[in-house]
Structure formats: C-alpha cells, structure tokens
C-alpha cells in the first residue's frame, strides 16, 4: 500500500492547534506548530479550554506534567472536543510511573474519543495492561509481543495507536504500519514524543486521515532527525536540536516519498 502523503496542506489550510501540554516541552510543541505551517494555542485554564477548542482544528492532550487543575481541563477541552468533531491526540507521558498518572489516562479513555494516542513502547504496553515504566523513557519492551494487544486495544477504542521507538508502529486495528527511519540522537533531546505529538495535530487539524496522520508525523519525525544528525558532529545534542526545527520547516511531500521507509499491511 502507497501512503499518500498530503504534509502541504497544513500550509495551505493554517489549522489552530490547541495544545493542554506539559510545561516541559510547551515551547517546543509550539514552535514545532508554527515550523509546520499551523498555529498554537496553549490555554490551558479550565475556565476558557472549552470556548477555545470549538475555535480549534485540532486538540492536544499530554500529561507529561499533571495536576488536578490541568485534568479538569482537559475533560472539558476534550468532552466538547467531541461534540465540535475536532480531532484529539492524547500523549500518555510516563503513564505507567504512578497510580495517579494511570488513573488519569483510565478516566480520559472513559469519557473521551480520542482520534489517536501516541507513546512509547512502555506507554502503549501500559494501555494494553502491561505496567512498566518509571518515568517518561522507554524500556526495553519487545513491540512484537504485544502488538496483538495493541491492535485488539485500537479496535476497542475505535482509535489510531502509535508507537514511537527504533521501529514506530502504527494500527487503527485493521492496517497497520512499519517505519524504519530515524536516528538514536532523537532520544538524547527533550521533547521529541511531545514534538511528534504535536505534528499529529497539525496533521489532523489539516485534515488528513487519522491513520495517516500517525504515518506521516513519525515518519517527519525520523526523517528531520537522520537529516539533522547529518549536519552535526557526534554527541552535539545542542546543535542537533536546533537543526531539528529547521528541517520541521523545510519538509515537503516529495521528501517524504522519496526518502520514507514505511510498511503498510493489513493487521
């Protein structure tokens, strides 16, 4: 199966992306908004998260940093989320760390739709009722022996799952995806989940297809990440980081024909 892949229309359409997102990365997921050719909102009080998502194309929910202030927002950001029909991604940021964070990602899975959830390995293996993980890092969890799980855990929540690490994966249940790109430098920089979070909302606030939206940021993400790591010296994070938003900037269509590495099948 060929992806169509449409990145340009998130220039041609300038979605609103509202962001409810950890204090860790809000910078990063809003300029990486704006290198994409969409704009960002970080509201994130309870009192106006609702009012400004129906103005929004798309919503972003990460609980890297959570209180009981930023849950009430994204419950009521996310429940009228549902009845505009805007998109949602949800980050599950070190879900499997504490009871509190699991609790949190419980709740939002009861009372929200999500159009995608993205993490990591340890993330998604903690949806499907595998707890690991003690912080926001991966482990060494094998993605083959539980993509049953994963793709049972799509199906069931009529959702798209991605899940980033050396070989992302991505199924809505029935077709899933492969993709081989990217770059080890990715982990030694901050924020780069969160980034890619981030570029599944721009996707879908430009409309693409959720399935495809997964496939398409991940695979930006590991493209900009090899070109980066390509302009660097070794171990230059610093650099490497700042070369990152320019590639976010300079990425096209054609690039991610040509140089994308992904297999799709039926699950």
Same mark, same amino acid.
């Given at each position: 199966?060929?992806?169509?892949?449409k990145?340009?229309?998130?220039?041609?359409?300038?979605?609103l992306?509202?962001?409810?997102?950890?204090?860790?990365?809000?910078?990063?997921?809003?300029?990486?908004?704006?290198?994409?050719? %969409?704009?960002?909102?970080?509201?994130?009080?309870?009192?106006?998260?609702?009012e400004?998502?129906?103005? @929004?194309?798309?919503?972003?929910?990460?609980?890297?940093?959570?209180?009981? @202030?930023?849950?009430?927002?994204?419950?009521r950001?996310?429940?009228?989320?549902?009845?505009?029909?805007?998109?949602?991604? &949800?980050?599950?940021?070190?879900?499997?760390?504490?009871?509190?964070?699991?609790?949190?990602?419980q709740?939002? &899975?009861?009372?929200?739709?999500?159009t995608v959830?993205?993490?990591?390995?340890?993330?998604?293996?903690?949806?499907?009722?595998?707890?690991?993980?003690?912080?926001?890092?991966?482990?060494?969890?094998?993605?083959?022996?539980?993509?049953?799980?994963?793709?049972?855990?799509a199906?069931?929540?009529?959702?798209?799952?991605?899940?980033?690490?050396?070989?992302?994966?991505?199924?809505?249940?029935t077709?899933?995806?492969?993709?081989t790109?990217?770059t080890?430098?990715?982990?030694?920089?901050?924020?780069?989940?969160?980034?890619?979070?981030? &570029?599944?909302?721009?996707?879908l606030? %430009?409309?693409?297809?959720?399935f495809?939206?997964a496939?398409?940021?991940?695979?930006?993400?590991?493209?900009?990440?090899?070109? %980066?790591?390509?302009?660097?010296?070794?171990?230059?994070?610093?650099?490497?980081?700042?070369?990152?938003?320019?590639?976010?900037?300079?990425?096209n269509?054609?690039?991610?024909?040509?140089?994308?590495?992904?297999y799709v099948?039926?699950?």
């Amino acid at each position: 199966m060929t992806i169509a892949f449409k990145w340009e229309k998130i220039r041609e359409e300038q979605p609103l992306i509202h962001h409810i997102t950890n204090y860790v990365t809000v910078t990063d997921c809003a300029n990486i908004t704006l290198a994409c050719g %969409a704009s960002p909102v970080m509201a994130h009080a309870p009192e106006e998260v609702s009012e400004m998502v129906a103005h @929004s194309q798309a919503l972003v929910l990460n609980i890297g940093t959570l209180s009981q @202030s930023l849950i009430e927002s994204m419950i009521r950001a996310a429940k009228t989320a549902n009845q505009k029909q805007v998109p949602i991604v &949800l980050d599950p940021v070190g879900v499997g760390a504490t009871t509190f964070r699991l609790q949190t990602v419980q709740e939002l &899975l009861r009372q929200v739709q999500f159009t995608v959830i993205r993490g990591n390995a340890s993330e998604i293996a903690t949806l499907c009722g595998f707890r690991e993980g003690k912080g926001v890092d991966a482990i060494d969890t094998e993605l083959k022996q539980f993509i049953p799980q994963v793709r049972k855990l799509a199906k069931q929540l009529q959702t798209v799952i991605a899940v980033s690490g050396e070989v992302d994966y991505i199924t809505d249940g029935t077709q899933e995806a492969q993709i081989t790109n990217g770059t080890e430098l990715l982990t030694k920089v901050t924020g780069t989940g969160c980034m890619t979070t981030a &570029l599944i909302g721009c996707c879908l606030g %430009a409309g693409i297809p959720p399935f495809t939206s997964a496939i398409t940021s991940l695979l930006v993400m590991g493209l900009v990440g090899e070109w %980066a790591e390509g302009l660097v010296e070794a171990d230059n994070v610093g650099s490497f980081r700042t070369y990152l938003f320019d590639g976010f900037a300079k990425m096209n269509n054609q690039w991610l024909q040509k140089k994308g590495k992904v297999y799709v099948t039926a699950g």
